[in-house]
């Protein structure tokens, strides 16, 4: 058939052709465009007169024609319908993506094409999948571990933080052993509560221990929550797991150390207090409560340096304001007076206090009594 024959079509058939917002098309054996229908120009920006006649694969992508001319070839055998993808060159040069569907008339050797612009869906479905490789890197790559569990604590994903966090050389070796939440956990009533709290209020953040591979126990603060579809059904549990295990056992050596200064501050025979700027007494071992004759330390901590135990008023801002330059003070002299009234004499060491800026907050100091030594040196000879 030439491309100037009159094709022999009943009117309501020629209709649907010329108004369908399909791309159609009829294609020879020869591989030849026999007619096309107007939604080519709108598409492709090709007049109906303009492509008639032309070679079909002429229009295709370079590296869609081979798969395209298989399909074909499928057709003019005796298939009885194909349905294939291509890129098909645009007037301007630019391709668009097509899906036909395909059928071929032997009798007339004719293949009658039908074909639905795809483009906006491929590049979505291109975009979505550069989106989760990042998402998926990024997962991967995270030095926080990151899990995903079924309701009932099965793992679905495990990141490679996560794995090696447990001791696993991959997310495929902790699959491979079969590990859930209830072998993760070291404390059995830690992953009963989680997975209930998650239940009643759908999020949690958790500080508990997790148990490796070699079966040793690691800190961890885990964050959890319920992840749900759009019609509110639970999918799956997310958790963000981290390391906490260098830090705990430093705040166990902190906790131990404080533990010990206070054993000794409360020990020491020389009396041991910090007071605030104001004069405030904000500490006070045992030695300095005895040596001002109260009977316990809460009586101490309601004085105030300047008013209640300095015993000559204003003494105590003179000194500060003396040694306003000097970041601590040895062997400093001064008269203190006792809950019944009575002076003692005292030997002040010490330092200031300033916090995280450098404003100064206060003092810390050592008070020695040296009462009965003053005595002695105001004693006359003879």
């Not at 300095?310 to 203190?336: F, K, T």
Request: net charge negative; with cysteine.
């Amino acid at each position: 058939m030439s491309p100037t024959e009159k094709l022999d079509w009943d009117r309501e058939s020629e209709l649907f052709f010329k108004q369908s917002p399909d791309v159609l098309c009829l294609l020879g054996f020869d591989g030849r465009l026999k007619a096309v229908n107007s939604e080519w120009e709108a598409t492709f920006g090709f007049a109906a007169q303009g492509v008639s006649g032309k070679p079909f694969l002429d229009l295709i992508h370079a590296d869609d024609r081979k798969q395209t001319i298989f399909e074909l070839n499928r057709l003019m055998g005796g298939a009885r319908s194909v349905l294939f993808e291509n890129r098909f060159r645009c007037r301007n040069g630019s391709f668009r993506s097509l899906q036909w569907k395909a059928t071929a008339n032997s009798g007339k050797d004719l293949i009658y094409c039908a074909a639905r612009d795809i483009t906006d869906l491929r590049q979505s479905e291109s975009a979505l999948r550069e989106s989760e490789e990042k998402l998926r890197n990024l997962i991967e790559n995270t030095v926080e571990g990151i899990l995903q569990t079924t309701p009932g604590g099965q793992i679905i994903m495990a990141n490679a933080a996560l794995s090696q966090m447990l001791g696993y050389a991959s997310s495929l070796e902790l699959a491979a052993n079969e590990v859930g939440l209830e072998q993760i956990y070291a404390d059995p009533e830690d992953c009963e509560f989680s997975r209930a709290e998650l239940t009643r209020q759908g999020a949690l953040t958790l500080e508990s221990q997790f148990r490796r591979k070699d079966r040793e126990t690691i800190w961890v603060t885990i964050k959890s929550r319920v992840v749900r579809s759009l019609d509110g059904l639970v999918q799956y549990h997310e958790h963000f797991v981290e390391d906490i295990t260098e830090r705990k056992l430093l705040e166990a050596a902190i906790h131990t150390s404080e533990e010990k200064y206070r054993a000794l501050v409360e020990n020491a025979v020389y009396g041991i207090y910090r007071s605030s700027l104001d004069g405030r007494v904000l500490e006070a071992n045992h030695a300095f409560v005895a040596m001002l004759g109260y009977q316990s330390r809460e009586e101490v901590l309601s004085l105030n340096m300047e008013t209640d135990i300095y015993l000559r008023p204003g003494e105590r801002a003179q000194m500060i304001s003396q040694y306003r330059n000097v970041e601590r003070v040895h062997g400093l002299v001064v008269d203190w007076k006792r809950k019944n009234g009575t002076s003692v004499t005292v030997r002040l060491s010490g330092r200031k206090v300033r916090n995280s800026v450098g404003v100064l907050e206060g003092f810390e100091f050592i008070a020695e009594e040296v009462s009965l030594e003053s005595k002695i040196q105001a004693t006359p000879a003879g």
